[in-house]
T-cell receptor, first 113, second 110 residues
Framework: DAGVTQSPTHLIKTRGQQVTLRCSPK?????VSWYQQALGQGPQFIFQ???????QRGNFPDRFSGHQFPNYSSELNVNALLLGDSALYLC????????????FGQGTRLTVV | KQEVTQIPAALSVPEGENLVLNCSFT??????LQWFRQDPGKGLTSLLL?????REQTSGRLNASLDKSSGRSTLYIAASQPGDSATYLC?????????FGTGTSLTVIP
């Protein structure tokens, strides 16, 4: 079992550009959540996808959008990048309802210059 | 607003010592609580999951307890090893999302 895989591992973008991050959930999992972790902070919830729909969203602007595909993989898109978007972006997968265990990927380190 | 607090922020102990990490949360209506380990610049590794109906969970040298009424959880690490050095994060679920503390940075000195 490959677990949760994220790509790319590192990314450098210029302010104002757009970026797409990708996540493949753990085998058998159907729910994908995205988190942003700034340096020295705990992860902050961005949104969650289930059955290809955004099920819940955290306090992030519309510049952050996502998608879930029929194979349960997911993308996180960020438009009009700001310096403050520099962070570790984490993907978590779980099976179905909220009481199940969540597994995280290794993250994508995004640096905006 | 749900808040999760972890104390201490940093901890340094000699190898072999038993230690306790603390997590507190403001809203006791949780679904579950999960402890994670994070190595520098890496993702999160799940250590233990405690459902809201449970009081504790054990895995090897790790034991996590949950007291919902007081809004507290502890992670007990027995016989610490240098390989345990990492940041430990407590995450509380109230439904579809986790609320995280800022973590406890643990250093185990050989």
């Amino acid at each position: 079992d490959a677990g949760v895989t994220q790509s790319p591992t590192h990314l450098i973008k210029t302010r104002g550009q757009q970026v797409t991050l990708r996540c493949s959930p753990k085998s058998g999992h159907d729910t994908v959540s995205w988190y942003q972790q700034a340096l020295g902070q705990g992860p902050q919830f961005i949104f969650q996808y289930y059955e290809e729909e955004e099920r819940q969203r955290g306090n992030f602007p519309d510049r952050f959008s996502g998608h879930q595909f029929p194979n349960y993989s997911s993308e996180l898109n960020v438009n009009a990048l700001l310096l403050g978007d520099s962070a570790l972006y984490l993907c978590a997968s779980s099976l179905g309802l909220p009481r199940t265990e969540a597994f995280f990927g290794q993250g994508t380190r995004l640096t905006v210059v | 607003k749900q808040e999760v607090t972890q104390i201490p922020a940093a901890l340094s102990v000699p190898e072999g010592e038993n230690l306790v990490l603390n997590c507190s949360f403001t809203d006791s209506a949780i679904y579950n609580l999960q402890w994670f380990r994070q190595d520098p610049g890496k993702g999160l590794t799940s250590l233990l999951l405690i459902q809201s109906s449970q009081r504790e969970q054990t895995s090897g040298r790790l034991n996590a307890s949950l007291d919902k009424s007081s809004g507290r959880s502890t992670l007990y690490i027995a016989a610490s090893q240098p390989g345990d050095s990492a940041t430990y994060l407590c995450a509380v679920s109230y439904g579809n999302q986790f609320y995280f503390g800022t973590g406890t940075s643990l250093t185990v000195i050989p």
